[in-house]
Structure formats: C-alpha cells, structure tokens
C-alpha cells in the first residue's frame, strides 16, 4: 500500500492505538491530529504536533426514541 505522505503513514500506524485508548477511557479521551500548538517560543514549544490528546467530557449522543425508520 502506498501513502501520500508521512502524516498519512503515521495515521495508519498511531490511530488505531489513539482508538483503543479512548474506548477504555470511556470516551473521556479526545483525539487531535496535526494542530498548531504554540505555548512558549523561548523554550522551542511551537509548532505543529502530530497528535494532541486531551482529557474531555463525553459527546452527547443524539438517539431516536419512537419511529426511527421515519428519519431514513
């Protein structure tokens, strides 16, 4: 399988571990990828990373109750 790009090919590698966590955090876990973190440019801590994984509350989750089928 060829990628097109490293971030690509370490998506593949990472991601499916990233998933793993979150679902034994409960979903308390969320997943950022490629985003612009920069916190102190004296000490060298700008740039993009990679993968910024935070401590968040669960998503609400938006459930049909009655006549689901009606909604296809």
């Known amino acids: 399988m060829s ?3 490293e971030k690509a ?5 990472v991601v ?7 679902d034994l955090s409960e979903d308390r876990l969320a997943i950022f990828s490629g985003q ?26 938006v459930r049909c109750a009655n006549n689901c089928s009606a909604i296809q």
Not at 16 to 22: D, G, K
Not at 36 to 58: M, N, T, W
Request: charged share 20%; hydrophobic share 50%.
């Open 3 to 5: 990628f097109i790009s």
């Open 9 to 13: 090919r370490s998506e593949f590698i």
């Open 16 to 22: 499916p571990i990233l998933l793993v966590c979150r």
């Open 36 to 61: 612009r973190l920069d916190i102190d440019s004296a000490q060298g801590l700008i740039g993009k990373c990679d993968f910024i994984l935070a401590l968040a509350p669960p998503l609400p989750a």
